[in-house]
């Protein structure tokens, strides 16, 4: 092991999977879509060296209920998919919501809906990550721009998701998931790795959803002793269904609770040029790459634009966001899709001019485009 | 034999809040638990180490009144939820209980890769020829001409053998039993779970409420009755006709082979991989 980080040239998914060995997965399973199969190939040559499991599944519904039993066992588990396979993981994504399974579900996204476009880039999918699976619950999504962010996001999404007993779902897309770029790979001892909070009490003190400050039960692993039942019906603090409107209240609005809490934690956004910014873009995915070249290229023309990178979709950073909004004359919001964080960028501030670029043509959306926005704004 | 009840009860039954349970009078889902508890006591395996995990219906519901680690997933799912649970910790005695529409319509495709991949699991599926749960509706098992609640004028489509199935698919272990069988019925779950790879015990069981009642088939009672009437062993059906097995419920053990251990073999993987890197 080297104190040193290590300079490698990776592609966007190779670096999703060194991200999620660091980050201490050793668990996957999955089932091959473009552009997300190599995450899952790369797993079944990783994983085994490192005494962990691969698995392909029959489908991706089997494939999210066999990372949410790897998980319960105590596994650190990963899935990997596209926006069909992601549209089968939902009802076991909800299943881990509800049941508080730590588990990450990377979505390289790719134009939808249906088969879509194949393997067109697109960002269609991020109301899906938010709202997907049925019913009101708590979910993180995290969204990357680089080969590097790749690998740091993967350690994030890891760590939150062992944090807050939360699925935490990596939304990528066809032009991150397939770059090649330099990245430099921290050395493993410099890389926080967060594990769940285990039961420190007598197996029979043990109440499996008990509330805290924190709004997080420890999580006992099947097999330690601590035996309890674990449903996706709605349950008491005992983990047994329950239909007591107090008990359903107290369990639902915990669930929010939590990620309330960890607000600070969770909402991530990194900003370029802002400090003097008088128009701002706020970009996401591989759209804030062309996003960072066209603010530099209107700063040559004297336009002080800035940019304000999304890495959390949602919660929507609107702490983060607000400011910018301020600050800034008008905002534009790029995106691949059709308006999706645009109107969440909306909602943060009714009075704010909000300038969109929307394609869903399957095609990138470039520096020059948003350049020439700029320059109009 | 009282004492023995007590003591089984006592030792594997949850005490706190779950009775009376959700099944209906003289339904076969509780013999079925009954013979899973015993067979369970008669291995003596530990409490910690047993998972039992369910899908969705009325068979779905049997592992929250059972003092193991216990899940109840989605419908259809159970067994994936166990692959990732065996895989991640093969020391685990990992089983699932499922219903015939849970295990083998919207659950099926994993039922059959199940049994194909032969990871060591113990699929134990109560097949009431029906879905209950929801009212009654046909399932993959709810014989030619029957009515249900999706089938007023009689059911036109064929259904299942889950048994023979699985044995098509490459489970190790497969056989076939009944809520009148009792005794048997203990022994072949007993069976299951003691296997190393994947094994199935089908198990005929009575809704007289959303099956027996529609089809005229009487109370509880009567349709055991049926059951014993219709039943014959594995090897006397050996000597049988395709006409004198007509309506007949083969019961004991279909398939009992030896196949390479999937937890063993991904082992080998590991170490193979852990000497190249
Ligand atoms: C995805 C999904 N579809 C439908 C249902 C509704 N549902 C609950 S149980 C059930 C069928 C139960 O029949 P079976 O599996 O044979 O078990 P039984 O109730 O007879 O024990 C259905 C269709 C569901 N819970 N989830
Ligand atoms: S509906 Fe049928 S299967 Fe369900 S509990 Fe009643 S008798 Fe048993």
Known sequence: MTEQATRQVLQGNEAIVEGALAAGCRFFAGYPITPASEIAELMSLRL??????????????????????????????????????????????????????PCVVVNVMRAGPSTGLPTSPAQGDV??????????????????????????????????????????????????????????????EKIEVVERIRPSVPPEWYIPYEDNSRGVPAMAVLGDGYRHHVTGLIHDNKGFPTDRPEEVNAFQRRQFRKITNGFYEIQMTKSFMMEDAEV???????????????????????????????????????RNVDPVLRQCRAVLVPEMNMGQISREVKRVNLSSKVVTINRVDGQFITPTEIYNKLLSM | MPEKVERLRHDYLRHDKKFPHVWCPGCGNGIVLGALIRAIDSLKLEKDELVLASGIGCAGRMPVYVDFNTLHTTHGRALTFATGIKLANPSLNVLTVMGDGDATAIGGNHFIHAARRNLDLTAIIINNQIY???????????????????????????AFSIAELAVTAGASFVARG????????????????????????????????????????????????????????????????????????TIGVLT????????????????????KS
């Open chain 1, 48 to 101: 085994p060296a490192a005494g962990g499991t691969f698995i392909q599944m029959e489908d991706e519904i089997a494939s999210m209920g066999a990372v949410i039993g790897a998980s319960l066992a105590g596994v650190k588990s990963l899935t990997a998919t596209s926006g069909p396979g992601f549209s089968l993981m939902q009802e076991n994504l909800g299943y881990a919501c509800v049941a508080e399974v």
């Open chain 1, 127 to 188: 109301m899906q990550a938010r709202w997907g699976t049925h019913g009101d619950h708590p979910i993180i999504v995290l969204s990357v721009s680089t080969v590097s962010d790749c690998f740091d996001i993967t350690v994030h999404a890891f760590n939150l998701s062992e944090k807050y007993r939360v699925p935490v779902i990596i939304l990528s897309d066809e032009v991150v998931s397939h770059t090649r770029e330099a990245v430099f790979l921290p050395a493993p």
């Open chain 1, 280 to 318: 701002a873009v706020i970009a996401y995915g591989s759209v804030s790459r062309s996003a960072l070249h066209a603010i530099k290229a209107a700063r040559e023309k004297g336009v002080k634009a800035g940019l304000l990178q999304l890495i959390t979709l949602f919660p929507f950073p609107k």
């Open chain 2, 132 to 158: 209950g749960m929801t009212g009654g509706q046909y399932s993959p098992t709810t014989p030619y001409g029957s009515k249900a609640a999706t089938a007023a004028y009689g059911h036109i489509e064929h």
């Open chain 2, 178 to 249: 009944t809520v009148y069988h009792v005794p048997l019925l203990d022994k072949l779950i007993a069976q299951g779970i003691s296997k190393k790879g994947f094994s199935v015990i089908e198990i005929i069981s009575n809704c007289h409420i959303q099956y027996g009642r529609r089809n005229k088939m009487g109370d509880p009672v009567t349709m055991m009755q049926g059951f014993k009437d219709r039943a014959v062993t594995v090897e006397k059906a050996a000597t049988l006709s395709a006409e004198e097995l007509h309506d007949r419920i």
């Open chain 2, 256 to 275: 009992d082979v030896d196949k390479p251990n999937y937890t063993e073999e991904l082992q080998k993987i590991r170490d193979i991989a852990k000497d």
